[in-house]
């Protein structure tokens, strides 16, 4: 009984230390707070422009080994956040092939493995959506005289409140994942901490209402983005509608 | 210049082992040619071998005697379910054009004025897919008419309207024959055929079985198949 009685404080305490946190405007959790979106929106910008043109390639480019390719671009959506932290890890250390850009620890290389891990999320689930247009629009459009790369333009377009859940699942990705930050950033106070390895780490200190405290305002922070991104879209269609 | 005729030579369409499609014809200038057959003669297939959507598997489709793609004329087509883009009906319409690298004014001048000739001034703001079935299929035809085509393809233009939307639509139909678009168009209607028709092509099990005059097809149908279509005896299984 008293385990769970433990669970119950621990929950409670964290929620009060959230608030306690959110409305005193915590200089350190500001600064883990903006560290932790710059990095996942940048990543997230590298890897729409990546994945939005390449989902809609995949889609409309019939060439050989196209099959081939769209299995991998799934396969590679499941790929483990500390496979790819290792992976970043060993090219940018001194010693490995981007060793003299001198990126190891630094937020660029945090972005450097989010974009990695979420670039295959964003390609696969545009293409999906793309295809489902295409599906559509194809003999249209090419009747109308379109080239490929003008069908790929036209589905991107008018795909693009669509298009949006794609990057957000992206985004989603990205904010929570703690291993690949962990690997290539080194966690270090004031410079490379985020969310999450801030909670891991307050978590293996023993802080557990602390972490889960920051637990709670990195749910608040996904459920914010997503409401605000899902507003725009709506509003983006609606004005589109009367307009 | 003359853009027609359109000649199929010994073009036949395969999909999936089966053979769909097997003809030869000739659509010239002049009136709207029809083609007419029950539900998978290949009237659909026949339109998209013709506009070049579909490959023929064996012999050619040729424009004035010159091979497809080496001498295309200026040509468009329109669907039987019409596929708006998620875009506002003006936008849909300056789509084509665009493409065609038309300058901007060009393109608004062109766009209202089809717009008007359809009946859809006050639709021009408004999204396309929320139009109504009928007013769509009238957006439609004016997104071919803005480019002024030399050939028209219209694929059961009226298939899913009403009375009162089919009556539109003919009209405007034969406004743009007027204008100087050769209409090369498919109907399992009848009636339609011959208010619209100037010659009948008449497919039956992918097979092209006539093609004359329409008043002779209607007075006169040389095959047993023709005969039997026009009287609304359904053929089965006689592919």
């Not at chain 1, 990546?50 to 299995?71: D, E, H, K, W």
């Not at chain 2, 233009?157 to 009209?171: F, R, Y």
């Not at chain 2, 008043?215 to 006169?220: I, P, W």
Request: charge should be neutral.
């Amino acid at each position: 009984m008293a385990g769970t009685e433990d669970t119950a404080n621990n929950f409670l305490d964290a929620l009060l230390l959230a608030l306690d946190l959110i409305t005193e405007f915590n200089a350190g959790l500001i600064e883990i707070v903006s560290l932790s979106l710059s990095v996942s929106l940048s990543a997230v910008l590298i890897a729409a422009s990546i994945g939005l043109p390449l989902g809609a390639a995949l889609t409309v480019y019939n060439f050989r080994g196209r099959q081939i390719s769209i299995v991998l671009l799934n396969a590679l959506m499941g790929l483990p956040p500390v496979f790819i932290g290792l992976t970043v890890y060993l090219l940018l250390s001194r010693s490995g092939p981007l060793g003299a850009l001198d990126l190891l620890f630094t937020p660029t290389a945090m972005i450097i493995a989010q974009a990695i891990l979420i670039t295959p999320i964003v390609a696969a689930l545009s293409r999906q959506t793309c295809q489902a247009l295409y599906e559509i629009y194809e003999e249209q459009l090419r009747s109308l005289g379109a080239t490929p790369l003008n069908i790929m333009l036209t589905i991107l377009w008018d795909a693009r409140i669509s298009l949006v859940t794609a990057i957000m699942a992206g985004f989603g990705r990205a904010i929570a994942e703690v291993g690949a930050v962990f690997i290539v950033g080194g966690n270090i106070e004031h410079f490379t901490r985020v969310m999450t390895t801030t909670i891991a780490l307050e978590t293996s200190r023993g802080n557990l209402a602390l972490a889960m405290a920051l637990g709670i305002i990195l749910v608040l922070l996904s459920i914010v983005v997503n409401g605000v991104a899902s507003v725009t879209a709506d509003s983006v269609s609606r004005s589109r509608a009367n307009r | 210049m003359n853009k027609l005729p359109l000649t199929l030579k010994n073009v036949t369409y395969h999909s999936g082992g089966k053979q769909l499609l097997k003809c030869n014809a000739t659509i010239s200038e002049g009136l709207n040619t029809v083609i007419l057959g029950p539900n998978g003669a290949g009237k659909s297939i026949f339109l998209r071998v013709c506009h070049g959507l579909l490959k023929p598997t064996e012999g050619q489709v040729e424009w004035t005697g010159k091979e497809q793609d080496a001498n295309n004329p200026n040509q468009a087509m329109v669907f039987e379910k019409p596929i708006m883009l998620q875009r506002t009906a003006e936008a849909n319409l300056a789509y084509g054009l665009k493409l065609r690298g038309a300058k901007r004014d060009v393109i608004k001048q062109r766009v209202l004025q089809i717009l008007r000739r359809v009946g859809l001034t006050e639709a021009a703001k408004q999204l396309a897919t929320s139009l109504s079935a009928g007013e769509q299929q009238r957006l439609a035809l004016a997104r071919a008419w803005v480019l002024e085509p030399d050939v028209l393809f219209l694929d059961e233009p009226t298939a899913n309207l009403d009375p009162g939307s089919t009556a539109e639509v003919e009209i405007i139909i034969q406004e743009i024959r007027k204008s100087g678009t050769k209409i090369v168009m498919t109907t399992h209607d009848l009636g339609q055929a011959k208010r619209l028709g100037g010659d009948i092509i008449f497919l039956y099990g992918g097979i092209l079985k006539e093609h004359s005059s329409a008043e002779k097809f209607f007075d006169s149908p040389k095959t047993i198949e023709a005969r039997a279509f026009l009287n609304g005896e359904i053929l089965w299984g006689q592919y």
